[in-house]
């Protein structure tokens, strides 16, 4: 069959490729993936000229995946250290990257990352736009933002975030119901002020449907912007963001009319008590689409442990349903992150996802089955294979080494492992 | 008046010193406070032979507080190296420090720390029964392991773990439900190990009324300890682990009929589903005694980063009412914790804590509100000032020096907050 996008062949009932990838990786039947993806549950995104993926799926049943920030800027404008977090990225098993890169060769560096991610790539044509377009911010006119969408579906970026959803209507509730921290999304932010200093309605929202030609012809995902997330504890789940989130779920609907593979971004920063509201809010108005959550954090007081504090609350956003994390690094709120703020961010929100599958998805508990038998039988080589982070774990233990060496030098001869064995085969122990 | 617990006091309407401290700490009142601590739901761990402790109230209604752990052992005997892990506790706020110590000069160490420590001091008897008595486990008599506990109470020690659940009965409820990870408790293997060897009941559970005299003589708390606690997601909310719960509410009952204070401790390896009930349950059957919980860590795949599973596990478990967080640190399961491993494991539980806190304590929230309000206003002094970790905070920004000073390195000309402001203001913005 052609089909444009896999919702549209999803729609016809025909199995594409990805599917097959996908269903084998998740041990999903493709029935399930055709009719998920047929009613926009779940999405496979996967540009078609993005050559080098290995394709995954987000959404319903499937498996918590995590994306991973990165790019060239103009106060760090080194594209081989970007590079560097790429193959970061790629070796820990990220699913995604998203490319921010936002000041000089952008492109260049798009291209490169296109052609060796494995990984689905996603962008924010905004953050490209003054670069791509040659023009200072409010000087471009509304349709030149398309064509900057254009540029990047063409390089065959597989998602891209839009921020349609702060047009004028919710920039006004937003305004009636002012905030501790304003608006917080960069992308929103920036369109925010060319809207004010242009007195103008938001472009994606005005040309939504040519926006959506341009995801159709290359079935680039639409990765629905929330430019009204917190950015606070304080503005938790207020009127802007939910209003907003309406407008998500109005965009969604016009999104699946065209085929077009949709999902829905989410907060920010939310008290634990809010975030199973805020995933249950978001399938049920936006319809069921995936929700990639940026975060969420559960408190603001810990910049260089805002790692720790997403991964809390995209543990307990997973668990609840959210099916795409956002990684969040130690140097959140402080600076752009080092390779090694690469790597402690994407763990911790494998942490995160991998605890809240353990709430959804029937096989995730195996791994920590395995790892459990492996720790009672003081299989210590076995336990570092299956460790998310063998290297570190390794390393650890290398560092202090027992008397026993059987045991750790956290219990020694009082190692519950060790005794319990012995005493369970009949044997005695013996602590002097 | 004069009395001999805290309880007692309450219950006679008496209000302590240390009431009026802790009222002042939490913002609560001490009526509140007496009400409370006569029934049980809020303790002040505090013996009347620790005279450099500031005192701390755990329960209902309070903060959520932390326990660090260390101590000598026969891996690593260096007195020098776990006093600086005091220091760092202390210095990082720890409202408990739990002494593990089971090798060596452990009384020395002992006497040490209750001499410096403002924190509550917590031991394990069970840990230093062999050296202190001088004899291997198997021939220690029933009766002695009680000489140990008063001696501990003696020197000073605020509340002592005692694992006086696995009787017999328990014992035998866990043989005919089996796990992947057995009895994973080190007090509750060794004792376990004991009675079978012996063929004796727990002595602990024998010699209860004996106990409770030694505690009530001291205001000794009770940390009612979990032997049949879940070592792996798979054992989570077991027949054993629950049996036992019943068990320690019988025994809260009778240690509250002493006007013996008592805390319960509990799991362990919980995954995320389970947390919620894992609390509510230990509420309703140990009739809301406070709730110290060891974790609960989310996963078991994670060696090298189990303070992030507990941070994990131990927000929600405060957000739903757990009064008292056990840190993990990096080591567990690997090793014992130096230093560095200490500072993080501290870090992620007050994370924890105060994520838990956001939920249940009125007044915490305004610490993320002030932290806000900096933010938007991009102070970074004031930042720094109110970050859980000043010194990691101002490293990390110092070692990535942006273009505007206002910003930083991660967004440059495309802060959110600096542009937000000049649009707010009614200005333009110039990217560029």
């Given at each position: 069959?052609?089909?444009?996008t896999?919702?549209?062949a999803?729609k016809h ?16 039947s ?6 998920k ?31 991973v ?7 760090i404008?080194?594209?081989d250290?970007?590079?560097k ?32 991610s494995t ?6 044509p ?9 023009k ?23 998602f ?42 938001n ?6 449907d ?6 159709r012809?290359?079935?680039?995902t639409?990765?629905?912007?929330d430019s009204l997330?917190?950015?606070g504890?304080a ?9 907003e989130?309406?407008t ?16 829905i971004e ?13 995933v ?13 959550v ?17 991964a ?15 990684y ?9 992150p ?6 402690e961010?994407?763990?911790?929100a494998?942490?995160a ?23 009672q039988?003081l ?19 290398a ?22 064995n ?11």
């Amino acid at each position: 069959m052609k089909y444009k996008t896999q919702m549209e062949a999803a729609k016809h009932g025909f199995v594409t490729d990805e599917m097959k990838i996908v269903a084998e990786k998740e041990g999903v039947s493709t029935d399930y993936l055709l009719e998920k993806i047929a009613i926009g549950e779940v999405i496979i995104p996967r540009n078609k000229n993005h050559n080098s993926i290995s394709p995954e799926g987000i959404g319903t049943g499937l498996k918590t995946k995590i994306n991973v920030n990165l790019g060239i800027s103009k106060d760090i404008n080194d594209m081989d250290l970007e590079m560097k977090k790429v193959d970061m990225a790629l070796s820990l098993g990220a699913e995604a990257i998203m490319d921010l890169s936002n000041y000089g060769k952008t492109q260049e560096f798009r291209k490169k990352l296109l052609e060796k991610s494995t990984a689905m790539i996603g962008t924010v044509p905004m953050y490209d736009a003054v670069g791509f377009l040659d023009k200072g911010l409010s000087f471009i006119k509304a349709e030149e933002f398309l064509d900057v969408v254009r540029n990047h579906a063409e390089n065959g970026v597989d998602f891209v975030t839009i921020h349609a959803g702060i047009n004028r209507q919710n920039s006004e509730i937003y305004l009636r119901n002012r905030r501790v921290n304003e608006i917080v999304s960069r992308g929103g932010s920036l369109l925010f002020g060319w809207m004010k200093m242009n007195d103008r309605e938001n472009p994606f929202y005005e040309y939504y449907d040519e926006l959506l030609e341009i995801c159709r012809e290359y079935d680039v995902t639409l990765s629905l912007g929330d430019s009204l997330r917190p950015g606070g504890i304080a503005d938790a789940t207020d009127p802007g963001q939910i209003s907003e989130l309406i407008t998500l779920g109005e965009l969604t609907k016009r999104a699946w009319e065209k085929d077009v593979q949709v999902m829905i971004e989410g907060p920010g920063h939310v008290p634990i008590g809010d975030i199973e509201m805020n995933v249950k809010l978001e399938k049920k108005l936006c319809h069921n689409a995936p929700f990639y959550v940026l975060g969420p954090l559960v408190t603001d007081i810990a910049p260089g442990y805002d790692h720790i504090t997403s991964a809390i609350g995209g543990a307990i956003a997973a668990a609840h349903g959210a099916d795409f994390l956002c990684y969040v690094t130690p140097a959140e709120h402080l600076r752009l992150p080092d390779v090694d703020d690469v790597k402690e961010g994407i763990i911790a929100a494998k942490i995160a996802a991998h605890a809240g599958d353990i709430n959804k998805i029937k096989s995730a508990k195996e791994w920590d089955l395995e790892m459990s038998k492996r720790r009672q039988k003081l299989d210590w080589e076995g336990m570092f294979e299956l460790a998310i982070d063998p290297v570190k774990a390794r390393r650890y233990r290398a560092e202090s080494q027992p008397t026993d060496e059987h045991t750790c030098t956290m219990c020694g001869a009082m190692c519950s492992m060790k005794n319990m064995n012995l005493i369970l085969e009949g044997k005695d122990i013996k602590i002097d």
